[in-house]
């Protein structure tokens, strides 16, 4: 069965840090490339950062650019988003996406991200 598990979201004060992961089951993890996608209350889908399938190429929202970093571990078959400098605006649920030319698209359930003082 194909499976993509975030975890790591929580709640931060402004200005702090959470490392969010992505697992990936049931599928050719490492042939896919895994995206973050995160939606706030009332607001539309937001692609936040995209990885590769070997993690040789990365791209950001310019909201986001110098403050997160993705990366990716196909031996555990896992992504990470590591968010640093967090924001009020970066509050929001973030999903892992999968895809790959030819194959269905894979989400995640999300996990909450919640930057409050």
């Known amino acids: 069965q194909v499976q993509l598990v975030e975890s790591g979201g929580g709640v931060v004060q402004p200005g702090g840090s959470l490392r969010l992961s992505c697992t990936g089951f049931?599928?050719?993890?490492?042939?896919?490339?895994i995206s973050w996608v995160r939606q706030a209350p009332g607001e539309g889908r937001e692609l936040v950062a995209q990885i590769s399938s070997g993690g040789g190429t990365t791209n950001y929202a310019d909201s986001v650019k110098g403050r997160f970093a993705i990366s990716r571990d196909n031996a555990k078959n896992t992504v990470y988003l590591q968010m640093n400098n967090l924001q009020a605006e970066d509050t929001a649920r973030y999903y892992c996406?999968?895809?790959?030319?030819?194959?269905?698209?894979?989400w995640g359930q999300g996990t909450q991200v919640t930057v409050s003082s």
């Open positions: 049931g599928f050719m993890f490492s042939n896919f490339v």
């Open positions: 996406r999968a895809n790959q030319i030819g194959r269905p698209v894979y």
